[in-house]
């Protein structure tokens, strides 16, 4: 006799939330032993090469409201276009830059704060120079799968012209949503999750 199998059924899908920030910044939620400090929390150091920046920002859902539990994480290249990874085979990266931040929004504000350095150009896949540009990545309450964007760099108007990524956008209008504005040092990029002025994210 044929042994009937128990196949299981497939777990349903859950919202990254509410408890996104336990998870990944429990010391954001006063949570303490788990680490010395949350991971992500500090990029550079006092030995950290290229230009310091302050990149901050706000999320906000479709109907325009602040989202105050996000998470998000940044990645990049350094000051020199290298990223710090073991499948970084052009050189060797900024060893006092980690290339990668976690920053919780600010239950008060929304607000999130990297300190950083401007990203050097690094090649797409096929050979073409991009435009300086930070990775982005946003988790909330709501969100089943993490949501893929792009900072650029307002100053960057000729690299960002000709940027692969950029002119890959069918609805050129909606190609700003991905540069940030700038005063000094510091960059400004909000999200806005949906509605009017939505922000491009990427499948790619």
């Given at each position: 006799?044929?042994?009937?199998?128990?196949y299981?059924?497939?777990t349903p899908?859950?919202?990254?939330g509410?408890?996104v920030?336990?998870?990944?910044?429990?010391?954001?939620?006063?949570?303490e032993?788990?680490?010395?400090?949350d991971?992500?929390?500090?990029m550079v150091?006092?030995k950290t090469?290229?230009?310091?920046l302050?990149?901050t920002g706000r999320?906000?859902?479709?109907a325009?409201?602040?989202?105050?539990d996000?998470v998000?994480?940044?990645w990049?290249?350094?000051?020199?276009?290298l990223y710090?990874?073991?499948?970084?085979?052009?050189g060797t990266?900024?060893?006092n830059?980690?290339?990668?931040g976690r920053?919780?929004?600010?239950?008060?504000d929304?607000?999130?704060?990297?300190?950083?350095?401007?990203?050097?150009?690094?090649?797409?896949?096929?050979?073409?120079?991009?435009?300086?540009?930070i990775?982005?990545?946003?988790v909330?309450?709501?969100?089943n799968?993490?949501?893929?964007t792009?900072?650029?760099?307002?100053?960057?108007v000729?690299a960002?012209?000709?940027?692969?990524?950029?002119?890959?956008i069918?609805h050129?209008?909606?190609?700003?949503?991905?540069?940030a504005?700038?005063?000094g040092?510091t960059?400004t990029?909000?999200?806005?999750?949906?509605g009017?002025?939505?922000?491009?994210?990427l499948d790619i």
């Amino acid at each position: 006799m044929v042994q009937e199998l128990g196949y299981l059924k497939e777990t349903p899908s859950q919202t990254a939330g509410p408890y996104v920030h336990i998870g990944l910044t429990p010391n954001f939620c006063a949570i303490e032993g788990v680490y010395e400090a949350d991971l992500g929390t500090v990029m550079v150091n006092d030995k950290t090469l290229g230009e310091r920046l302050t990149v901050t920002g706000r999320v906000f859902d479709g109907a325009g409201a602040l989202v105050r539990d996000a998470v998000i994480e940044i990645w990049q290249a350094d000051s020199a276009g290298l990223y710090n990874s073991p499948s970084e085979m052009r050189g060797t990266a900024d060893p006092n830059f980690t290339g990668w931040g976690r920053c919780a929004t600010r239950a008060e504000d929304g607000v999130f704060t990297f300190e950083t350095v401007k990203p050097g150009v690094v090649p797409y896949s096929d050979g073409r120079k991009m435009a300086p540009h930070i990775t982005v990545w946003i988790v909330a309450r709501g969100i089943n799968i993490g949501l893929h964007t792009r900072m650029y760099f307002p100053e960057e108007v000729e690299a960002n012209k000709v940027d692969p990524l950029l002119l890959r956008i069918e609805h050129r209008d909606r190609v700003d949503t991905l540069i940030a504005t700038r005063e000094g040092s510091t960059l400004t990029f909000d999200i806005r999750l949906q509605g009017e002025r939505e922000t491009v994210f990427l499948d790619i």
